[in-house]
Nanobody, 120 residues
Framework: QVQLVESGGGLVQPGGSLTLSCVAS????????IGWFRQAPGKEREGLSC???????YYSTSVEGRFTTSRNKAKNTVDLQMNNLKPEDTAVYHC??????????????WGQGTQVTVSS
């Protein structure tokens, strides 16, 4: 059974940083593109980033320059390093596994999400 689990969320002050991690069970993240998404209350889900199996990365304009996604081979995770966090970054953050090695709009496995709250 495939399961994705996010971790690393929490409460952080504006301007602070957090690193989220996505780990899989019953599945290897190595062979698929991995995306990060977020959903704030009352808002639609927003795609933030994607990393291919070749480690090419793509970002939305709302987070480019502040967020970085990478594969952590030692931990077998895909991480999302978030810097200079703003109150509008408050949301539940999800990782998702793509259907192949490329970043497309298709994702077939999703984690339950981790809450990130940016507030003073």
């Amino acid at each position: 059974q495939v399961q994705l689990v996010e971790s690393g969320g929490g409460l952080v002050q504006p301007g602070g940083s957090l690193t989220l991690s996505c780990v899989a069970s019953g599945y290897s993240l190595d062979y698929f593109a991995i995306g990060w998404f977020r959903q704030a209350p009352g808002k639609e889900r927003e795609g933030l980033s994607c990393i291919t199996t070749h480690n090419d990365t793509y970002y939305s304009t709302s987070v480019e320059g502040r967020f970085t996604t990478s594969r952590n081979k030692a931990k077998n995770t895909v991480d999302l390093q978030m810097n200079n966090l703003k109150p509008e970054d408050t949301a539940v953050y999800h990782c998702a596994s793509g259907v192949n090695w490329r970043c497309t709009h298709e994702y077939d496995y999703w984690g339950q999400g981790t809450q990130v709250t940016v507030s003073s």
